[in-house]
């Protein structure tokens, strides 16, 4: 028999579907494993990327546990600010700052400017000193370094639009250091997300300590290192591992980079992925020609993933014990791109089952959009 979420359904049977379901007992076994691995470093910080997901109430849980956030827009540093991160442990990253975001970023006092870009940095430079004051920045660098991840959510090559080539490190920071209101405090990197692979993280280490070796060779500082995110999570086992590798992740860089640089991290995905569910409502069952199909209440619109990415959601009828089919489970949207799964194998389908699709707290809800004119989906927590 199927291992299924063990979620409350005689509470869902009285919600209108589709909803997110968030575990936050699993998200705080998950803050507590960050914690653990990280606990015997005090010059490490992890901030949490706020992309992943900004439910104010996830915010919350995830900033009483004591992370720092990462943030890639003024709305997100608002939301940040306004779910109690303390302004200094707040990073600010992403190619198009706008003049407004970074005044909100030097009002606010956040902890930290990567920036992207030379042009970038002389608007923060002027915009600082326009207010008479000093902005902390980071460079953030690109390494020239793939990962083995879908093809959209790679960031670290030559070819992305993110970050300063690696080779022109030295020159950047010679001007910053010129800058009298920039302070220079680091290099930041990220090589992509959805990252099983530790060798893509160790090749990362690789080009940081050749790159850092480099700076202190020409007496140039080095300040601290943000390495980013990416660790990825088992989609096809949530009730089996419902807690990223975070030991393989930190001791990967715990082995590989110099214990005198005080380390950064920015996880989204690995955080809060696994504690939450897109939970729906079975409409239809229809046949096809070859196929059946689910047709589900949540579409594209809900959880955008698989049509975007092709990525793989474990599905599960809560609903139902009958015997196992082959489905291809789809939206309502007028897309044929709203597909969540095909082939996928789930109890026998009635209209009126509950389904979860699970994993889905990362890059879910906050890529969630209203196409087609549909509502926003509401959030609901475990008890
Ligand atoms: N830091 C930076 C600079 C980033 O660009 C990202 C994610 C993160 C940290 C967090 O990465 P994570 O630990 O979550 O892998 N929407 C896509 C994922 C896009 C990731 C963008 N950057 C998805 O649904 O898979």
Redesign the pocket.
Known sequence: MMLKADYPLERFSTLRTPFYYYDTSLLQRTLESVRAQTAAHPSWKVHY?V??NHNPVILKQIASAGLGA?CVSGGEIQAALDAGFPPGSIVF?GVGKADWEILLGLEAGIGRFNIESTAEMHVIAQLAAERGGTAPVSIRINPDIGAHT?AG?T?GLAENKFGIFHGQAEEVIREILTLPSLRFCGLHF?IG??ILDMTDFAALCNRINDLCNRLERLGLPVGDLNV????GIEYGHPNHLPIADFKAYFDTFRSLLPPKYPLHF?????IVASCGSLISRVLYVKEGLAKQFAVLDAGMNDLI?PAL?H?AHRIENLSSDGPEQNYDVVGPVCESSDVFGKGIVLNECHRGDIIAIRSAG??GES?ASQYNCRPLPPAFFSE
């Open positions: 990327a992309k992943a990462d990253a879908l959510i960031t990220h997300s959805q980013g995110g990416g660790l920015e996880l989204g995905r690995s993933r990415y990525a990362a890059y890529m």
